[in-house]
């Protein structure tokens, strides 16, 4: 279904109707010797700039930096650009300034592309863009944001390569523009001759810089887009050769690691053995920095000996002698007051969620070679200009002598936010003047890593009869650091500014929470205290927790009103796309079947980033379940079944919405069951994957389906964060109707500690040798 | 020094290093060998998950001092010559099933799920549910449930 004249010369564009119109955009060509078509990575379709993504600061916020270096690498008419360019093999290459670090961004980008241009979907080559301050706000992986913000501008740049392409041979094959038919990347005429886009590569060039007005592919004209797709990156992924930054062989790179404090953030007073160590067998290096002590060795294995041979003397962090419960206690001195009386009309909750730990499978780690006059980086971050120009701030060297390269991540879930890997590596390699392969060990990235901040939730509803008249939320959190800023350097530094970055919560809450439900007058108010702790999102920020909190109370209207939870939540949703995702998992699911006693459905919805979700849940509490013998695990509730449907308006490749469907259905089992972290004496006890129980394959469900619905908006939204909020909140639903006893705090074997933990000092453990006795 | 040799994907190899180093270690850092993904170096996470003679176990825990000069460590670089194929049949499934998200554990989870399969086989059995419950190895993108079902379809063609 391709026909050439959405992309045809501008004199002979159709008139635009008003469908039309809204497909219309300005692209350009770039001065190139082969074919490199460009659009501005700011330009969004008008009806996207409504919602979604954080706010840009205020003008307040940009005032207080020095705005001369964003000002003199924006200045330039073109350095908003990405390109397209078109090989002479055939193949077309773009650099996506994001990061992969598991969401499926390489392959969705590659089928906006292959759609917009009729290319094979193999033969598009996407890599991940290396820091570039001149985009300013738009090179941040975050929020779900990926897609929203490069819908639009991916496409553009396609349309603008795919319009050159057929202009270039209508003068090859001496047809008319309109006549030709580009499909599978070969142009072909009404007379049967053809070409392929390799060949036009060098001849649909341009000599200069053009601006050039396309139309966009009509949705209903779409053969790529919203079609299953396989990720472009899966035969790499499962042979191996997919390379991580540890997988890199850089020259010099030693491996390089850091011994630690035993409590959270302290900081090395002296070091008793530096010389001893530093002849240890491997070892090449030894120096304090301002994490820790660094050594670097010819392999990961000497530097561990090396870390745990460390005699140090530490100073305090900045938890000390902290402990869940006292957090609690400033938690609650901080809550903001709930203002309807309480009463006999009145329904409320008072919900407690623990320190959960975002560490990726790929522990915090990055190559830097850091000399006197230049830096060079590797690793995965999805705010590389943050770390280019902290580098370039923090060491005196000119911006554009530091290079930084993103790599692909072995998950994130928000820890890549942060550069905390890259600035460390930075640091020593600087301090040493040798290049690093740094890498934190298992029990670093849960100990010292960022977590999800503790937090409180209070609910009260106001009922009459069967209305409900107010519902006012009060969230009450431990800090969350927003000090990776919105994609360069100046929101990072305003982040850090005490009222700025209350300002930055406040605003991210107001924008992400919403309440799907007519409850009369609504407050969701956050308050945040304590900034001693290390925090950051963890696929998604608050909604996970508001939300759980939300459903579970409306529970409990359902009951105080002698209702069905479906059929209640049915009365009062707003919005018609979250009813259709309710009774579609309501149907599918079987809401309301027969379940034998201890085993329960439960069922939740949520609304984020311009898509509605709703997930029914099976639940397991018998007793058999829970106490099944599991080694070195929490058993505990089984979840048996999970339906999940989900609206994000347009699905772009819809296996890869299923996958992250999947993940953050598993992240949501693992909050409200499972995960966290223990707070004792200034530090987190957890330092395994036998001690922080994320997920397993015995907790993860054994029936899942997935339903993507079909377009709504015609625009996707985002997905990356959106599963985990609906599922934890189902899942404590489908608990406290199992058990009859509604969980008040989270995960619900959270005052069970299942480990007996390892030792703070070493700070990390030793590998066994007992290996081959375990061999299977 | 002491020099330590053993087989890897089938060829021998020869490495100088202390006799207490981690396979993982040598495999990676001297070897180059990078498909064994570190995730927590004792022995829990299964990242690095390879086979040695055949069975399933994890090189961050062994020390290259107990590798014998005959012993066969196969990484996920090699799991397709053991079938002298492009790609083992488990790899394929891993494929159809679209499993991968990060990627990051999927080395480890693949070497482990043909040593299950092999091993259910060696009983004389097909892969249940509660084999596929004993899977340790973490995936923290949380893609469990293509996991199972790529190993009960690769299973089918081992």
């Known amino acids: 279904m391709t026909t050439a004249d959405r992309s045809s010369p501008p004199d002979s564009r159709p008139s635009e109707s008003h469908a039309v119109g809204r497909r219309g955009f300005l692209g350009y060509v770039l001065a190139a010797p082969t074919l490199v078509a460009a659009a501005d990575l700011n330009l969004r379709a008008p009806a996207a700039e409504a919602q979604g993504l954080p706010p840009v600061p205020s003008p307040a916020i940009a005032e207080i930096t020095d705005l001369s270096d964003m000002l003199e690498y924006s200045a330039a008419p073109t350095a908003n650009l990405i390109t397209v360019t078109v090989n002479t093999d055939g193949t077309v290459s773009f650099e996506l300034p994001r990061a992969e670090v598991g969401q499926g961004i390489t392959t969705s980008t590659a089928m906006m592309i292959a759609e917009e241009m009729d290319v094979p979907v193999e033969d598009v080559h996407v890599t991940l863009a290396d820091a570039r301050p001149e985009l300013v706000f738009n090179q941040i992986t975050g929020g779900s944001g990926t897609t929203l913000s490069t819908y639009t501008p991916i496409r553009v740049a396609a349309a603008v390569a795919r319009g050159r392409l057929l202009q270039a041979a209508a003068v090859e094959l001496e047809q008319a523009v309109a006549t030709l038919r580009l499909k599978q990347g070969v142009i072909t005429d009404l007379l049967g001759n053809s070409i392929g886009i390799g060949e036009l590569a060098a001849k649909a060039a341009s000599v200069r810089t053009e601006e050039v007005p396309v139309q966009l592919k009509a949705n209903e004209n779409f053969s790529v887009i919203g079609t299953p797709h396989n990720r472009v990156d899966a035969l790499t992924a499962v042979t191996g050769r997919k390379k991580f930054a540890m997988d890199l062989k850089i020259p010099g790179a030693l491996p390089t690691m850091v011994c630690r404090p035993p409590t959270l953030n302290g900081k090395v007073g002296s070091v008793r053995n530096t010389d001893a160590v530093a002849t240890m067998p491997g070892v090449t290096d030894v120096v304090a920095i301002s994490t820790g002590v660094a050594v670097r060795a010819e392999t990961f294995g000497q530097c561990i000996d090396a870390v745990r041979a460390l005699e140090v003397d530490w100073k305090p962090g900045t938890a000390e002698g902290k402990s869940d419960a006292s957090v609690l206690d400033e938690l609650r001195a901080a809550e903001i007051p709930l203002v309807a009386p309480k009463g006999e009309t009145s329904v409320e909750g008072d919900f407690t969620f623990f320190f959960r730990s975002n560490s990726a499978l790929e522990t915090n780690c990055a190559i830097a070679d850091v000399r006197r006059d230049r830096a060079e980086i590797w690793s995965a971050q999805k705010n590389p200009i943050v770390t280019k120009e902290t580098i370039a701030a923090e060491y005196g060297i000119p911006l554009n002598a530091v290079k930084v390269h993103v790599t692909e991540g072995g998950g994130s879930f928000g820890r890549k936010l942060f550069n905390d890997g890259a600035m460390e590596a930075a640091e020593i390699s600087r301090k040493i003047g040798k290049p690093v392969k740094l890498m934190w060990h298992r029990a670093d990235d849960s100990r010292q890593g960022r977590t999800h901040p503790m937090a409180t939730s209070r609910v009260r509803v106001g009922v009459a009869g069967d209305s409900v008249l107010s519902y006012e939320q009060r969230h009450t959190s431990v800090f969350t650091d927003f000090s990776h800023g919105f994609g360069e350097i100046i929101t990072a530094s305003a982040a850090k500014l005490p009222v700025a970055d209350a300002s930055f919560s406040q605003t991210i809450f107001t924008y992400t929470q919403t309440m799907p439900y007519g409850f009369g007058a609504t407050t969701q108010l956050l308050n945040e205290t304590d900034r001693g702790f290390n925090t950051g999102s963890m696929r998604n920020i608050y909604s996970p927790d508001v939300t759980t909190a939300r459903e579970l109370i409306v529970d409990q209207l359902a009951a105080t009103m002698g209702e069905d939870p479906y059929r209640f939540r049915q009365r009062f949703l707003q919005e018609e796309r979250l009813k259709a995702v309710l009774d579609e998992v309501a149907e599918v699911g079987r809401w309301g079947r027969s379940m034998p006693e201890n085993t329960a459905q439960g069922i939740a919805v949520h609304t984020e980033y311009r898509a509605a979700i709703a997930t029914l849940v099976e639940i397991d509490c018998t007793p058999e379940t829970v106490n099944r013998p599991i080694r070195d695990a929490v058993a505990g509730p089984r979840v048996t079944k999970v339906v999940c449907a989900v609206d994000i308006g347009l699905a772009v490749n819809p296996r890869g919405l299923e996958a992250q469907m999947m993940g953050g259905i598993n992240d949501g089992i693992a909050n409200a069951l499972t995960s966290s972290l223990h707070l004792t004496d200034g530090y987190f006890l957890e330092a395994s994957w036998d001690n922080y129980f994320y997920t397993r394959q015995w907790n993860s469900p054994p029936e899942l389906e997935i339903i993507i619905m079909p377009p709504t908006t015609g625009k996707p939204g985002g997905a990356g964060e959106l599963g985990v909020a609906s599922a934890q909140a189902a899942v404590a639903c489908a608990y406290a109707r199992a058990t009859g006893s509604v969980p008040t705090s989270f995960p619900i074997n959270h005052g069970t500690l299942s480990f007996e933990p390892k030792p703070n000092v070493p700070p990390i453990p030793e590998s066994p040798t007992d290996g081959l006795r375990h061999a299977q | ?158």
């Open chain 2, 1 to 158: 020094m002491p020099e330590h040799t053993f087989r890897l994907n089938g060829e021998q190899v020869t490495v100088d290093v202390a006799d207490d180093v981690r396979v993982l270690w040598v495999l990676r850092d001297l070897l180059g060998v990078t498909g064994p993904k570190y995730g927590c170096g004792i022995n829990v996470c299964k990242a690095c998950t390879s086979h040695i003679n055949g069975k399933a176990f994890n090189p961050c825990s062994v020390s290259v001092g107990d590798i014998a000069a005959e012993d066969e460590i196969t990484t996920i670089e090699g799991l397709p010559d053991t079938v002298d194929a492009e790609l083992h049949p488990m790899q394929q499934a891993w494929l159809d099933q679209d499993v991968a998200q990060c990627g990051y554990c999927q080395p480890g989870q693949i070497m482990a799920a043909v040593a299950l399969v092999r091993r259910a086989a060696a009983g004389g059995r097909q892969i249940t549910e509660a084999d596929l419950d004993s899977i340790r190895n973490i995936c923290r993108c949380g893609t469990y449930f293509r996991i199972r079902e790529a190993i009960k379809a690769g299973a089918e063609k081992m």
